[in-house]
């Protein structure tokens, strides 16, 4: 998967004279999300809260986690890759400690998506970090005894 970084994001939303052109980029980066296969579409990986239907699968390899994302709608798929910018291959420590409510003000994200849009995103961001915290817990007790 070929995203930009975080801070890629940043400064190409801020090049846009307006929201129309930013959410054509929004659109355009879910595009970048290569797709999942349908056999991983279960209720099991389906995010809770999102007005959208949001697969998230993980995995863990060499103390960072890895996602796979799927939404059936466009800009939710934008939205995915603006959050797997952030915490797709990154440590556990790094997915609890970003502050992602500082990155969604800097975008000026969630004045300009739905309510519901935002509840979603929200609840993206919440799995992925109570995966990461599970998984913490985990490497900590393994670890311990």
């Not at 993980?58 to 059936?72: C, I, R, T, W």
């Not at 934008?78 to 959050?83: F, N, S």
């Not at 990155?103 to 519901?116: G, N, V």
Request: a negative charge.
């Amino acid at each position: 998967m070929d995203l930009p970084s975080s801070k890629e994001i940043i400064e190409d939303m801020a090049f846009f004279d307006d929201w129309e052109q930013r959410y054509q980029y929004i659109i355009d980066l879910g595009k970048s999300i290569p797709p999942i296969d349908e056999s991983l579409k279960t209720n099991e990986n389906l995010v809770r809260g999102c007005q959208s239907n949001v697969w998230l699968i993980n995995a863990e390899q060499d103390g960072k986690l890895q996602f796979q994302v799927a939404s059936d709608a466009v800009i939710v798929n934008g939205l995915l890759a603006m959050v797997l910018a952030v915490f797709n291959d990154k440590s556990l420590d790094h997915i609890l400690d970003f502050d992602i409510n500082s990155y969604f003000k800097e975008l000026d994200l969630l004045r300009h998506i739905t309510p519901a849009r935002g509840n979603g995103l929200n609840a993206i961001v919440a799995k992925i970090q109570a995966i990461a915290k599970t998984k913490t817990r985990t490497s900590t007790s393994a670890s311990t005894s």
